[in-house]
């Protein structure tokens, strides 16, 4: 089931669908939402913009303080936008409840679930959520329906917790190297590859056989890759001042907001100048955050199938004084994770935005490179991963047009 959203607004889409990605009407859902009471004097109630930007900060707080991996950052915030958006989509059944307490304790459970090991943001969350729900009573709200709706939001975000721990996130893989040849990824003594089961977790609204593939990179001895070396070591004589920001900025290390906080961060700013209403804001960066979850899972999947060295196990074999300007990070290079979530958050944010494609377009492709510059990654990991990520944001697209 799908609910058209209008939405208004100079470069905005014409009009976009909104749907439940996870959480359905279950018979608790039901038995709660038939006990609301109209009331003969309803009072105006929309999700509130302070209620959407405080559950985002504090789940960036725990995202950056707990230093999740960018894998693991963009899970955690479709998650936590799910759970809003399904919250929402789930109440036009139900107009007499108040659609931020509901929000707020569904986004409560999924944060909970999130970080479980950090009690100081448990102890903010429930706050935040105590606060929201008191604002709604003093406003005048029946209490029998606040109660009845924190219910039903307990109850979505249970749903989406429930998703979360069958989805795979959580289980250990050790994976089979393959044998080491020239072109091969080796993984650095001493220490483990970064998430190298994440091409196992369950994509949301795909199925793992349906999710978007990247093409085969390049043969270590073809003539495309000898051009593409020569390409690399001539881009790395170019590091100044400027690639060096460029690199720094694109960054997103755990401890940060990661690259798909950068893009949800980039979103939010348009949203909020363009003054849309945080219920149709909730449902665009459900789609956002879809897409790049899923891209980082077929990003992971194919880094693992193909195993390419980074470009320092290359110049080792002729420099060995040569250093990266960033860490090579701790997984093989085709397809880059940072062009992947780009590419898919560039074409989410295009649909939605179509007069600022520029920008947008611009942004993936720096990005991209910033790995690039930073000599982590061949050209073609860039190339590779906006071109996955685009697919696999189309298919989110789909879904949202399916009736």
Same mark, same amino acid.
């Given at each position: 089931?799908?609910?058209?959203?209008? +939405?208004?607004?100079?470069?905005s889409a014409q009009q976009i669908q909104s749907r439940a990605w996870i959480a359905t009407t279950t018979p608790a859902v039901e038995r709660l939402g038939a006990q609301l009471q109209a009331s003969p004097n309803p009072l105006p109630t929309n999700l509130s913009w302070d209620t959407l930007s405080e559950l985002q900060?504090?789940?960036?707080?725990? +995202?950056?303080?707990?230093?999740?991996?960018?894998?693991?950052?963009?899970?955690?915030?479709? @998650?936590?936008? %799910?759970?809003?958006?399904?919250?929402?989509?789930? @109440?036009?059944?139900?107009?007499?409840?108040? $659609?931020? %307490?509901? !929000?707020a304790y569904a986004a409560?459970?999924?944060?909970?679930?999130?970080?479980?090991?950090?009690?100081?943001? =448990?102890?903010?969350?429930?706050?935040?959520?105590?606060?929201?729900?008191?604002?709604?009573?003093?406003a005048g709200f029946a209490e029998r329906n606040l109660r009845l709706s924190r219910e039903i939001g307990r109850q979505i975000g249970l749903q989406v917790v429930a998703w979360g721990r069958r989805d795979g996130a959580a289980r250990q893989v050790i994976p089979t190297y393959p044998a080491p040849a020239p072109g091969v990824w080796v993984l650095p003594l001493g220490r483990p590859a970064a998430e190298p089961g994440w091409g196992n977790v369950t994509p949301i609204g795909v199925t793992p056989a349906e999710l978007a593939r990247s093409s085969p990179p390049p043969a270590w001895n073809s003539p495309e890759f000898e051009r593409e070396r020569t390409l690399f070591?001539?881009?790395?004589? =170019?590091?100044?001042?400027?690639?060096?920001?460029?690199?720094? =900025?694109?960054?997103?290390?755990?401890?940060?907001?990661? $690259?798909?906080?950068?893009?949800?961060?980039?979103? !939010?700013?348009?949203?909020?100048?363009?003054?849309?209403?945080?219920?149709?804001?909730?449902? +665009? @960066?459900?789609?956002?955050?879809?897409?790049?979850?899923?891209?980082?899972?077929?990003?992971?999947?194919? =880094?693992? +199938?193909?195993?390419?060295?980074?470009?320092?196990?290359?110049?080792?074999?002729?420099?060995?004084?040569?250093? $990266?300007?960033?860490?090579? $990070?701790?997984?093989?290079?085709?397809?880059?994770?940072h062009s992947s979530v780009s590419g898919a958050a560039a074409t989410i944010l295009t649909a939605f935005f179509?007069?600022?494609?520029?920008?947008?377009?611009?942004?993936?492709?720096?990005?991209?490179?910033?790995?690039?510059?930073?000599?982590?990654?061949?050209?073609?990991?860039?190339?590779?991963?906006?071109?996955?990520?685009?697919r696999v944001a189309k298919q989110v697209l789909e879904i949202l047009q399916k009736p």
């Amino acid at each position: 089931m799908v609910l058209l959203l209008c +939405i208004s607004g100079p470069g905005s889409a014409q009009q976009i669908q909104s749907r439940a990605w996870i959480a359905t009407t279950t018979p608790a859902v039901e038995r709660l939402g038939a006990q609301l009471q109209a009331s003969p004097n309803p009072l105006p109630t929309n999700l509130s913009w302070d209620t959407l930007s405080e559950l985002q900060r504090l789940e960036l707080l725990g +995202i950056q303080t707990q230093m999740f991996s960018p894998p693991r950052t963009a899970r955690a915030l479709a @998650l936590l936008s %799910v759970a809003m958006n399904d919250s929402l989509y789930l @109440l036009r059944k139900y107009p007499e409840a108040e $659609p931020n %307490v509901v !929000v707020a304790y569904a986004a409560q459970e999924v944060m909970l679930y999130l970080h479980p090991t950090f009690p100081n943001l =448990k102890d903010a969350i429930r706050q935040t959520t105590a606060n929201i729900y008191a604002q709604a009573s003093s406003a005048g709200f029946a209490e029998r329906n606040l109660r009845l709706s924190r219910e039903i939001g307990r109850q979505i975000g249970l749903q989406v917790v429930a998703w979360g721990r069958r989805d795979g996130a959580a289980r250990q893989v050790i994976p089979t190297y393959p044998a080491p040849a020239p072109g091969v990824w080796v993984l650095p003594l001493g220490r483990p590859a970064a998430e190298p089961g994440w091409g196992n977790v369950t994509p949301i609204g795909v199925t793992p056989a349906e999710l978007a593939r990247s093409s085969p990179p390049p043969a270590w001895n073809s003539p495309e890759f000898e051009r593409e070396r020569t390409l690399f070591w001539a881009e790395q004589q =170019k590091l100044d001042d400027y690639g060096q920001q460029i690199a720094e =900025k694109w960054a997103g290390d755990p401890g940060t907001v990661t $690259p798909a906080g950068l893009w949800q961060e980039a979103a !939010v700013e348009i949203l909020r100048k363009r003054e849309y209403q945080a219920a149709d804001a909730v449902a +665009i @960066l459900a789609a956002l955050n879809v897409a790049m979850h899923n891209s980082f899972i077929a990003c992971w999947r194919d =880094k693992f +199938i193909y195993y390419t060295a980074r470009p320092d196990q290359w110049v080792a074999t002729f420099d060995k004084h040569w250093r $990266p300007y960033l860490p090579t $990070p701790r997984f093989p290079a085709y397809p880059s994770g940072h062009s992947s979530v780009s590419g898919a958050a560039a074409t989410i944010l295009t649909a939605f935005f179509p007069g600022e494609a520029k920008t947008w377009d611009n942004m993936a492709k720096e990005a991209s490179y910033s790995r690039i510059i930073a000599g982590i990654h061949w050209f073609f990991d860039g190339s590779g991963g906006l071109d996955l990520g685009e697919r696999v944001a189309k298919q989110v697209l789909e879904i949202l047009q399916k009736p």
